[in-house]
């Protein structure tokens, strides 16, 4: 199992830029897709974002454009960098790795999980 650890959200007003970081250990970090959620007070999680171990990026639609996933094998970390907040954008973020079967943009695919990291993002 992957053990994951978020950082980086904070309270940013909009039109701000974040990025948040998650360090992975555990298994071998660059042979796992990984992925980003989200989920607002009284939402279901939410697909963000998921990179796969070719490199391939892909995005939910509420995020395209502003949102950028990337990763650093040599640190074992992956990164979500967030451009132009929103208020709609105000959630927990949640790290995830190591999918099953099943859709990556199922949250229920992924077996392994961080805390999550808060966003809250003011008008």
């Known amino acids: 199992q992957v053990q994951l650890v978020e950082s980086g959200g904070g309270l940013v007003q909009a039109g701000d830029s974040l990025r948040l970081s998650c360090v992975a250990s555990?298994?071998?970090?660059?042979?796992?897709?990984m992925g980003w959620f989200r989920q607002a007070p009284g939402k279901e999680r939410e697909f963000v974002a998921r990179?796969?171990?070719?490199?391939?990026?892909y995005y939910g639609d509420s995020v395209k454009g502003r949102f950028t996933i990337s990763r650093d094998n040599a640190k074992n970390a992956m990164y979500l960098q967030i451009n132009s907040l929103k208020p709609e954008d105000t959630a927990v973020y949640y790290c995830a790795a190591d999918p099953g079967q099943g859709a990556y943009s199922n949250p229920a695919t992924f077996r392994s999980w961080g805390q999550g990291t808060q966003v809250t993002v003011s008008s």
């Open positions: 990179l796969m171990w070719t490199g391939a990026t």
């Open positions: 555990g298994r071998t970090f660059n042979r796992i897709a």
